[in-house]
């Protein structure tokens, strides 16, 4: 066989087609790495949202309230995870794009403790006059922990309950 030339071909002749434990061997070893790298790539895909400090973005929603006030105010729901040893400070920011009122920014933080899950439910000033139901266009929320810095994509969604979705009566649950 010339070198650079490999050609591998199969044919059945007719009789039982046997597979020698060479064979087999030789597949497995082709084989390994495509599993290998496949896991791997599920991994990386699985950690975006987590920082090395071990603070892991879990949900986010948004809503609007009417009620309480003489405007309506935005706010969310954010929920963060520490699966790190020690207790960590967070800071987000998002804006996003309502149809009732067009760009809204909301921005909050927190301690984190090491081994829990926290719901934040930071919220806008009451200087919003629409208090329609309407939607929310997908955005980007930025986080950090001090040190490290994640994005992460939020779909977007409805605004829920005709506006009147209050954080003070409301689980923050995502």
């Given at each position: 066989?010339?070198?650079?030339?490999?050609?591998?071909?199969?044919?059945?002749?007719?009789?039982?087609?046997?597979?020698?434990?060479?064979?087999?061997?030789?597949?497995?070893?082709?084989?390994?790495?495509?599993?290998?790298?496949?896991?791997?790539?599920?991994?990386?895909?699985?950690s975006q949202s987590c920082l090395e400090s071990g603070l892991c973005f879990g949900c986010a929603t948004v809503h609007k309230c009417c009620s309480g006030g003489p405007q309506a105010m935005y706010w969310a729901c954010i929920t963060f995870t520490n699966e790190g040893v020690e207790d960590v400070m967070v800071s987000f920011n998002f804006?996003?794009?309502?149809?009732?009122?067009?760009?809204?920014?909301?921005?909050?933080?927190?301690?984190?403790?090491?081994?829990?899950?926290?719901?934040?439910?930071?919220?806008?000033?009451?200087?919003?006059?629409?208090?329609?139901?309407?939607?929310?266009?997908?955005?980007?929320?930025?986080?950090?922990?001090?040190?490290?810095?994640?994005?992460?994509?939020?779909?977007?969604?409805?605004?829920?309950?005709?506006?009147?979705?209050?954080?003070?009566?409301?689980?923050?649950?995502?």
């Amino acid at each position: 066989m010339d070198k650079g030339k490999y050609r591998m071909t199969a044919q059945k002749t007719g009789g039982p087609v046997t597979t020698t434990r060479r064979t087999l061997v030789k597949g497995a070893a082709w084989s390994v790495p495509v599993v290998a790298m496949a896991q791997t790539a599920h991994a990386v895909g699985a950690s975006q949202s987590c920082l090395e400090s071990g603070l892991c973005f879990g949900c986010a929603t948004v809503h609007k309230c009417c009620s309480g006030g003489p405007q309506a105010m935005y706010w969310a729901c954010i929920t963060f995870t520490n699966e790190g040893v020690e207790d960590v400070m967070v800071s987000f920011n998002f804006t996003v794009n309502t149809s009732a009122n067009g760009l809204v920014e909301i921005s909050g933080g927190g301690a984190v403790p090491a081994g829990q899950t926290v719901r934040f439910k930071p919220e806008t000033p009451r200087q919003y006059g629409n208090c329609s139901t309407g939607t929310y266009d997908a955005f980007v929320l930025h986080f950090t922990d001090g040190t490290n810095h994640g994005t992460v994509n939020i779909p977007g969604g409805s605004i829920d309950g005709g506006g009147n979705t209050c954080p003070q009566n409301t689980d923050c649950a995502c």
